[in-house]
């Protein structure tokens, strides 16, 4: 069955760097649009950034751009989320999510991880 | 654009459940549903509007008039207590509505 690890989650402080990974098994890794969604303390659902089957596009969310790296190795059945500039509005839960389609408009975020921690305070 | 639903929403027990989620557009995008229970991650309940994933009882359902979509819980059990979240996609970016508290009471 899809299971999706993350891991790298930690406590840092504003300004500081962190990096998010993915460990995909279970599906062909390759063939899918992967995704990063957040959910902060208390509140909603946020989307952070989709990345391509290929690796690329990439797409993020306005919160992020500039600030977050997302990446895939499909080699490694692995996905990242490299970030920097944290602020301690990024402090959330941070989800690896598996899209099973090739096409975004289209698509649902389909399987998602248990999800690692952030917290950004000084 | 913004999704909107209602921050809450009540029902007893064997009750119909129904869930709103509106915005700009939206009856010219797919809608997705996701489940949130404390402690859990989010579970896809319905994409594309009206389709159940494998294993999603039959009396979750979806639908749309216009530009709200409509997450439909029939015969609402205590295990269906949790938050649902609607999803679409604009311009290549997602955005999910604020999500909505169902208690069943």
């Known amino acids: 069955q899809v299971q999706l690890v993350e891991s790298g989650g930690d406590f840092v402080k504003p300004g500081g760097s962190l990096r998010l990974s993915c460990a995909a098994s279970?599906?062909?890794?390759?063939?899918?649009?992967m995704s990063w969604i957040r959910q902060t303390p208390g509140q909603g659902l946020e989307w952070i950034s989709s990345?391509?089957?290929?690796?690329?596009?990439?797409y993020y969310a306005d919160s992020v751009r500039g600030r977050f790296t997302a990446s895939r190795d499909n080699a490694k059945n692995s996905l990242y989320l490299n970030m920097s500039s944290l602020r301690a509005e990024d402090t959330a839960i941070y989800y690896c999510?598996?899209?099973?389609?090739?096409?975004?408009?289209?698509?649902?975020?389909?399987?998602w991880g248990q999800g690692t921690p952030v917290t950004v305070s000084s | 654009s913004e999704l909107t639903q209602p921050p809450s929403v009540s029902v007893s027990p064997g009750q119909t459940a129904r869930i709103s989620c509106s915005g700009d557009?939206?009856?010219?995008?797919?809608a997705c549903w996701y489940q949130k229970k404390p402690g859990q991650s989010p579970v896809l309940v319905i994409y594309?509007?009206?389709k159940r994933p494998s294993g999603i009882p039959e009396r979750i359902s979806g639908s749309t008039s216009g530009n709200t979509a409509t997450l439909t819980i029939s015969g609402t059990e205590a295990i269906d207590e949790a938050d649902y979240y609607c999803?679409?996609?604009?311009?290549?970016?997602?955005?999910f509505g604020g999500g909505t508290k169902l208690t069943v009471l």
């Open positions: 999510v598996c899209q099973e389609s090739n096409y975004l408009d289209t698509s649902a975020f389909d399987y």
């Open positions: 279970g599906f062909t890794f390759s063939d899918y649009l």
């Open positions: 990345i391509s089957f290929r690796g690329s596009p990439i």
């Open positions: 557009q939206l009856g010219e995008k797919y």
């Open positions: 594309q509007d009206t």
């Open positions: 999803q679409a996609w604009e311009s290549g970016s997602a955005v």
